[in-house]
Structure formats: structure tokens, C-alpha cells
């Protein structure tokens, strides 16, 4: 139940009662927010605003008129009309505590709703070139796609999480070879890592998995007899390693969906990139065509050649994109079409692309794929996560050894945790520069979030602990059914409606597919708390438990039970664990 939505439904009612003539379109142009200020009030509407041009009033004049009806409504305590003509209303406790039950009877699930209506949605994330272990470059991707997906399946999305395997084309060459070295190793040899391959000591279990499975069988076979067998294992072996890595964040995909399938032929003999082309030469959205050579500096091997072209200037795009080569071999981009069309086919109506800052460009392109593979039908989004750097005491952190020339997530991981990798992640928007601090983030102050968070889970959850050695009757009482009107300090309000705007904060997170506002809005909670909390240890009338005022504590105890609900269904959104102790 999300307060701005019902108290919304009131304004507008009082707004029609009004005779202005409006139509339902006029009044679905209102909105309903928190003030900027909270000394501003409870809410705030532009409703005038937006309302007084149409009507030829002035708006301050309209907003008087409307903030008149609004003052009668019974859960109205006063109503300003501020500067051009925003109305602030505040409300009263009654209504605030009102949703207070909501939360209570909801449970961890509060704050999941029907916003999305059940509309199918794909989330790709991460989807990194299966050639070697997950590095901190592919964390901040993985967090921020991972806690999209579980926000907008809170909202009442129907989500796919998908992961896109890169494994045809060069880099997979680049693999095997690389591999054969080491393979080349397990057998005995002394091998050199030339310049173009992989260095990296992950790829010596790869070698010794050959050696384990052939012997030394592949060694006198033509490259075109082992390098099959070698692609094979070693993509398999480091998609298991990139599971591994991913599960030890908390990241697990519906769906690895593999490239290669996309150049294979199917029953009909067919493939589908080939049915791609044609499908799109029968809708006119390819041609034969030249490109102009691109700007500034001309590539050494760029030539002036006639190729296959896909028309997505027309659909937003800079320029028209190549999907087959003179010779007829199909692009890179050719696969990326195809894989899109097969989304669309398989029915999606939203595709989510979290990708990496150096992923820029990629913005139109796919927006154009998406736009006309479905005529316009579909929504394509593309979320960019820049840079993470790591620093150790604000010393940049060195090179792992094990990768080569990276830092692992695993290393990252297994120093701090997954709670803190994810929740510091999330710390901020993901196309705004992050440093992550080993140090910091295992600090047990309020300068670390995450801590800072987990911590007002934990202790209340020690406050239960106390309630029940000390009035153990009320501890074991439906929460629901608490007398919440006693409930009337100032700090307790405030923690009262912060609770209530949970509902809102997952919607609008959802809406702009930004997963990082759970993150703010679960530290603003904490921080509300902490402070009631730091009042009771000077007041003890302020504590939460008092056996001399019994209905008081039944009442509180039922504010911290809503405020473990709230923290507890925000952090599995963000994927980080509700601890009940810390120590």
C-alpha cells in the first residue's frame, strides 16, 4: 500500500469536487511527493501547477481553492500554499500509523506490489567473455544487475535474469590456444606465454584437465583436429569458474544463453542469424551498401567495400551498421541482432542491459536493434557502471597474482564479504565513479553503510531479546493489534513515516531502474533509528522497552517489529543478509 498513491486518490477526488471542468487525463498529471524540506510537511503537490494554465487561473490562485477542499479532509492537519504554488499538507499521526499495520502484517514481504503488472522483462548483466575469472571491473556490473533484478520482481515484474556467453569469434581462439599451452605444460614442457594470449596461472587446471582426459593423444593432431576439443573444455571449465565466482556474490542467473547457438544450424538447416538477414532484407530494413570511413584517424586496414547493412539510422542510431562482410562472413554486431530478435521472440517486453562505462556507444545501437525488431513495441535500456578502484588504507590496491594482470572479484569477495561488496556497490548511482576501500568497509562505525545498517537490524532484534526477559507477555501479542496511537513522540513519528514511504521507494526505484535508492533510503531508516535509540538512553520515557508503561512498549515494540520488516525486505532487494547479532 503506498501512501502517496491513496493519499493521490484523495486530492484528486477533492480537486473534481471542485467543478474545474477537468477530464481524468487533466488529473493523472498531478503528483504527489515528499517535500524537499521535511519541515516543509508530509506531502506536497504540484496539482495547481499543472492544472492552472488550462484553466486560464493563476496558480497560486488555484492552488488557495484547492488547498480549502483539502483542509476538510479529516487526516488533514494544516495546508500551505508555497512559493508559485505547490500545496505541503500535513497529516495526521492517526493516518501515518495506519500504514504502520500495513507493514506489520506484510511482514519481510512488505513493500512488493503490482507495479510492473507482471510484465516480462530481461535482464542481461555481466555477461563477460568466458576467458578467464571474474575481476572487480565485472563486481560493480554484477551487483547492480543482480539487485535490478530482484527490485523489479518486487515491483511485480515477471524477470528474467540472462547472462550472454560470449564464446564464438576470436577471443575463444585466443582461449584455446592459450589453453594448449597448458596443456602443452601438464604434459612436461617448458612453455613461453607469447605476447596475444592469456597468461594468466587459471588456465593451468584447463591443461591439466586435457592432460587428464587425452593424454597426450592431441598433441601430434593438426590444429584443426584439437582446437574444437580445446575451445570445448576450456570454455566449459571457465564458465564453471565465472558460476563460482558470481555465486560467491549471491549471483545466479535463469539463463546462460550461448552465441554460438546463433551461428548453428537448426532442424531447418537454418541458422539464426541467417534467418535473421532474411527476415530483415523482407522488411527492408538491411541493404547493400558502403559505409563512409570513419572519423578522424583512417584505420591502416579499412577499406571502401560494398556489405550488408542494417538501416539503424533509421531507428536512432548514428550511422547504418554492418551485419555481413564483403567476403560473407557476419559481424560481431550480426550476432547481437540475433540474439535481441530471439528476446523479442521469446516474448520480452523490456530488455535491461547493464553494461561497462567503455560500453558507451553501444546505448543507440541497441536501442535502434530493439526499436526495429519490434516495430517500437518493446522498451531497450541500457545501464552503464562505471569505474570501481580499490584502495587499501587510500593506497591503490596492487595486481593479483593468480589473474595475470587484474584484481579477481573473488579476491575482493573473500577479503570482506558479500554483504559489503554488494551493499558499497550500491552506495552509489551506478554511472557515478566508486572507490572501494578495503579498510573502510570493514570499519564497525556509522561511516560504514553497510555496517551502519545491518547493525539496526541487529540491534532490534536485541531489543526483542530484552523485551522478553523483561515483560515476556507482550513480546508473544499480535504486533498487529498493538495500540499504535501511542505512538506520538516526534522521533517515533519519523520512523513511522519513513516506514510508510517504503512502498513509493520500491515503485519509483523500479521505474527508473535504479536499484541504488533502496541502498540510500535502507541508510536514511537506520539513521532515523539510531537517533530514537540515542534518545532513550538520555530519556528513559523514550526507551522501547519500560515494563512501567506496558502500553507504550506494546506500541513500540510494534514500531521496531516494522522497522525490522522494512530493513530486512530492503536488504534482500540488495541482496545483503538481515543479521540478528553482530559482534
Not at 70 to 76: E, H, M, Q
Not at 220 to 245: F, N, Q
Not at 288 to 298: E, F, I, M, S, Y
Request: with cysteine; hydrophobic share 45%; charged share 25%.
Amino acid at each position: 500500500m503506498n501512501v502517496f498513491q491513496v493519499f493521490g486518490a484523495r486530492i484528486r477526488t477533492a480537486i473534481a469536487g471542485l467543478a474545474l471542468g477537468l477530464t481524468e487525463a487533466d488529473l493523472a498529471r498531478i503528483s504527489i511527493e515528499p517535500p524537499r524540506e521535511a519541515s516543509h510537511g508530509d506531502l506536497s503537490t504540484n496539482a495547481a501547477m499543472v492544472l492552472s494554465k488550462g484553466l486560464g487561473l493563476k496558480p497560486r490562485d488555484l492552488a488557495e481553492r484547492i488547498a480549502a477542499a483539502l483542509r476538510a479532509d479529516p487526516d488533514v492537519t494544516a495546508v500551505e500554499v508555497a512559493g508559485p504554488g505547490f500545496i505541503n499538507l500535513r497529516l495526521a499521526p492517526a493516518f501515518w500509523t495506519g500504514f504502520l499495520k500495513a507493514a506489520l502484517k506484510a511482514g519481510t514481504g512488505y513493500g512488493a506490489s503490482d507495479f510492473g503488472n507482471g510484465l516480462p522483462v530481461n535482464v542481461e548483466y555481466v555477461s563477460a567473455n568466458p576467458t578467464g575469472p571474474m575481476h572487480v571491473g565485472h563486481c560493480r556490473g554484477a551487483v547492480v544487475g543482480d539487485a535490478l533484478a530482484r527490485l523489479l520482481a518486487k515491483a511485480g515484474f515477471k524477470v528474467t535474469k540472462e547472462y550472454y556467453i560470449n564464446d564464438a569469434g576470436g577471443q575463444i581462439e585466443v582461449l584455446a590456444r592459450s589453453a594448449f599451452l597448458r596443456y602443452r605444460e601438464a604434459l612436461g614442457e617448458t612453455i613461453a606465454i607469447p605476447d596475444g594470449l592469456y597468461p594468466g596461472d587459471y588456465l593451468k587446471p584447463v591443461g591439466e584437465a586435457l592432460k587428464a582426459a587425452y593424454g597426450d593423444k592431441l598433441l601430434p593432431a593438426p590444429e584443426a583436429e584439437w582446437l574444437p576439443i580445446v575451445k570445448r573444455t576450456a570454455v566449459d571449465m571457465m564458465m564453471e569458474m565465472i558460476r563460482s565466482d558470481l555465486a560467491l556474490l549471491g549471483v545466479r542467473h535463469d539463463l546462460f544463453f550461448s552465441e554460438k547457438t546463433l551461428h548453428e544450424p537448426r532442424a531447418n538447416g537454418t541458422s539464426e542469424i541467417a534467418e535473421m538477414v532474411e527476415e530483415f532484407r523482407a522488411r527492408d530494413l538491411v541493404y547493400d551498401g558502403r559505409l563512409p570511413p570513419p572519423k578522424g584517424q583512417l584505420p591502416e586496414d579499412w577499406e571502401d567495400r560494398e556489405q550488408v547493412l542494417f538501416r539503424s539510422s533509421n531507428w536512432g542510431d548514428d550511422v547504418d551498421r554492418p551485419l555481413m562482410k564483403s567476403d560473407g562472413s557476419y559481424t560481431y554486431f550480426a550476432a547481437d541482432v540475433a540474439y535481441m530478435r530471439s528476446k523479442f521472440l521469446r516474448g520480452f517486453k523490456q530488455m535491461i542491459f547493464i553494461l561497462g562505462a567503455d560500453h558507451g556507444g553501444y546505448v543507440k545501437r541497441l536501442e535502434a536493434v530493439g526499436n526495429a525488431i519490434s516495430g517500437g513495441s518493446i522498451e531497450v535500456i541500457v545501464r552503464l557502471c562505471q569505474l570501481v578502484k580499490l584502495y587499501r588504507n587510500g593506497e591503490p590496491v596492487r595486481m593479483s597474482k593468480r589473474s595475470g594482470d587484474f584484481v579477481t572479484l573473488a579476491d575482493v569477495v573473500e577479503e570482506v564479504g558479500s554483504d559489503a561488496v554488494r551493499f558499497m556497490m550500491l552506495m552509489r548511482k551506478n554511472d557515478a565513479p566508486l572507490d572501494f576501500d578495503f579498510v573502510k568497509v570493514r570499519e564497525q562505525s556509522k561511516d560504514n553503510p553497510v555496517f551502519y545498517v545491518q547493525y539496526a537490524n541487529a540491534r532490534c532484534h536485541s531489543i526483542f531479546r530484552q523485551a522478553r526477559e523483561q515483560v515476556p507477555d507482550l513480546v508473544d501479542l499480535d504486533v498487529a493489534e498493538a495500540p499504535l496511537e501511542a505512538l506520538v513522540e516526534p522521533s517515533e513519528l519519523v520512523l513511522v513515516k519513513k516506514i510508510a514511504q517504503f512502498p513509493r521507494i520500491v515503485d519509483s526505484a523500479a521505474d527508473a531502474h535504479e536499484p541504488h535508492r533502496i541502498a540510500f533510503y535502507l541508510h536514511e531508516l537506520a539513521s532515523d533509528f539510531h537517533a530514537h535509540w540515542n534518545l532513550g538512553k538520555e530519556n528513559a520515557n523514550l526507551r522501547f522497552v519500560n515494563p512501567e508503561e506496558r502500553i507504550s512498549t506494546r506500541a513500540r515494540l510494534a514500531l521496531v517489529r516494522a522497522v525490522m520488516n522494512t530493513l530486512a525486505s530492503g536488504l534482500d532487494v540488495l541482496g545483503v543478509t538481515a543479521p540478528v547479532e553482530m559482534r
